[in-house]
């Protein structure tokens, strides 16, 4: 998670940056390019749509107020071509996708000739480019072009029809541009997608679930407005696809909204204003399907009514997440660095034209920007997150960790206590009974420990139990686990040794207790230790070997003190096993 984390906080800090700042630092049209504005710069005229192409010079075009009833019909738009570049012929035409069923171009020249190129609904050809555009050439003729000509059967709506006359070596460095800015913002946005999808079935977070269904959703709108998708799905060209983007569109809002909104905690914000968003939101995403059904001269009413909700569901989020900031809600704090572009974004639209900027992308590509720039945000942001959350998990694991451990151990001479001595013993008595080797338990006691305490006090005493401690530490290994079980006895557990070597093993502990040295605990004073050992064979639980030891650690000491007592047991589950006792000194 850390490294596909730092892949996105990476991508998010280089890619997007440098594709707002190469979209925003393109002038809003090159000085060769013209915007055709159909309010001032176009003559219409209204036919039925069995009018053949060729009836152009026969139309009678008007210059002033708007057409009405070429929903049914045929709108043509004819606008007058006098630059030098309309002079050498050079003219390239980049019509914005729109909801027609058919679209037809003619270029007229000097001399009279007209030539046609058209596309229809399903069926764009060779004229769809990057960033939802048509494109098409005037033939190359050494004449003067004076006038382009549109046809359009069926459209929706002459409010959503926008169109440039451009150079041709300028439509295609335009074209190569908008592919570049189209493809770096869906590869973000499809990583982004994934990323936020894995976090969310990862830490089992729903809005991360929600960020990753709007990120999908954004990529799939950005892909079909594009036109991307025509070099797979040509048949989808147009209509169809403009009626999907526009749901799309609608539903991302929703599911950004249910994104923000579920980010915060319900404590932070007011219940009124959490559900006044989510109403919101959802109620633009329900408004989608119908809007993009609809096709007549409401459409665009339609449309302003609903930018208005829309402005009013952002707003809403916003407020959410200020007031949820304002509760010291982390969440809030990202989500609001990931809105801030989106809704600059969004007035610059409301405010500015720029529907014929950015290479014709316009306030599409602009949105697309911004989307990528949230997603990403919102996708690294939550990587932040989860890392403190995942250093905090490692601290806590490691600080339960060591308090296990310390509850395991003894405080004052660092070998494990009766507990941990318990949990250690346990898997080396299950290999004894399942290699059917001998254990053996030994006991050690420190003889007469109490006037230790009472002649040199209490830190003598410490002192003497550390010492013995470190040299029966020295013991332990694979086949043998060392403990203090408590005050002044401390235990051994040992497997596979038996016998003249298990008491050889006893006596050399007995013999390197008294060898320890105390001199600056006790002085001169001989400290000596008493050892009980209980052999057994097969192996039995602890506490019935401890149970032996015991009784074996007894003998030793009503024997004189200073003595290993060894008590074989070869059978200790029958009625009367057989009992071999052994001393030394």
């Avoid at 915007?35 to 001032?40: N, S, T, Y």
């Avoid at 040295?517 to 050992?533: C, F, I, P, Q």
């Avoid at 200790?572 to 096993?577: E, R």
């Amino acid at each position: 998670m850390t490294a596909a984390g730092d892949l996105v906080t990476k991508l998010c800090s280089w890619l997007v940056p440098g594709l707002a700042a190469l979209l925003l630092g393109w002038p809003a049209a090159p000085a060769t390019a013209r915007a055709l504005d159909v309010d001032r710069d176009v003559c219409h005229a209204v036919s039925d749509t069995t009018l053949p192409d060729k009836s152009l010079s026969a139309l009678r075009f008007s210059c002033q107020g708007t057409p009405a009833g070429y929903q049914q019909g045929s709108l043509w738009l004819r606008a007058p071509l006098g630059d030098a570049a309309a002079q050498r012929g050079d003219v390239a035409l980049m019509v914005h996708q729109s909801r027609f069923d058919r679209l037809a171009v003619a270029f007229t020249y000097a001399d009279g000739t007209t030539r046609w190129s058209g596309v229809r609904a399903g069926d764009y050809g060779s004229h769809w480019r990057a960033g939802g555009q048509i494109l098409f050439e005037a033939p190359d003729r050494n004449v003067p072009l004076t006038a382009v000509t549109m046809r359009f059967d069926s459209l929706s709506d002459i409010e959503f029809v926008h169109a440039r006359a451009i150079p041709k070596a300028d439509a295609g460095m335009q074209s190569a541009g908008m592919a570049a800015a189209v493809g770096a913002a869906l590869m973000l946005l499809l990583i982004s997608c994934i990323y936020s999808l894995s976090l969310a079935v990862a830490v089992r977070r729903q809005y991360l679930a929600w960020q990753a269904a709007w990120a999908g959703t954004m990529l799939l709108w950005g892909t079909l407005w594009s036109q991307v998708h025509l070099a797979l799905v040509p048949g989808l060209a147009g209509t169809v696809t403009t009626q999907i983007c526009t749901f799309l569109a609608c539903l991302a809002i929703a599911l950004a909204t249910v994104s923000a909104v579920t980010a915060v905690d319900r404590g932070r914000v007011p219940t009124w204003l959490r559900t006044t968003a989510l109403i919101l939101g959802l109620g633009v995403g329900v408004a989608g399907l119908p809007l993009a059904l609809i096709r007549g001269d409401s459409l665009g009413l339609l449309a302003d009514i609903l930018g208005l909700v829309i402005i009013a569901d952002l707003l809403a989020v916003t407020a959410c997440i200020g007031w949820a900031w304002r509760r010291g809600s982390v969440e809030a704090r990202d989500f609001l660095a990931a809105w801030g572009l989106p809704m600059a974004m969004l007035a610059i639209i409301h405010i500015v034209d720029v529907e014929d900027g950015f290479w014709g992308g316009g306030s599409k590509l602009m949105v697309l920007v911004a989307a990528t720039w949230q997603a990403l945000w919102l996708a690294a942001a939550a990587t932040r997150r989860l890392a403190h959350l995942r250093i905090e998990r490692d601290h806590a694991r490691s600080a339960a960790a060591k308090a296990q451990q310390l509850a395991r151990r003894d405080p004052l001479t660092g070998l494990p206590n009766r507990r941990g001595f318990v949990e250690s013993v346990t898997p080396l008595l299950d290999r004894a009974r399942a290699d059917n080797l001998p254990a053996a338990l030994l006991l050690v006691d420190i003889d007469r420990f109490k006037s230790i305490n009472d002649i040199h006090g209490h830190d003598a005493g410490d002192a003497v139990l550390c010492g013995i401690a470190r040299r029966i530490e020295r013991w332990e290994g694979p086949m043998c686990t060392v403990s203090r079980l408590g005050g002044e006895e401390f235990g051994l557990l040992t497997i596979g040794m038996e016998g003249i070597i298990l008491a050889r093993f006893a006596e050399s502990i007995r013999r390197g207790i008294a060898a320890c040295d105390h001199n600056e605990a006790v002085g001169d004073r001989l400290v000596t230790a008493s050892v009980g050992v209980a052999e057994v064979r097969p192996a039995c639980d602890f506490q019935q070997l401890y149970r032996l030891a015991d009784e074996a650690l007894y003998d030793a000491k009503r024997g004189g003190r200073n003595k290993v007592v060894v008590q074989r047991h070869h059978d200790v589950t029958g009625s009367a096993p057989d009992r071999e006792v052994a001393r030394s000194n």
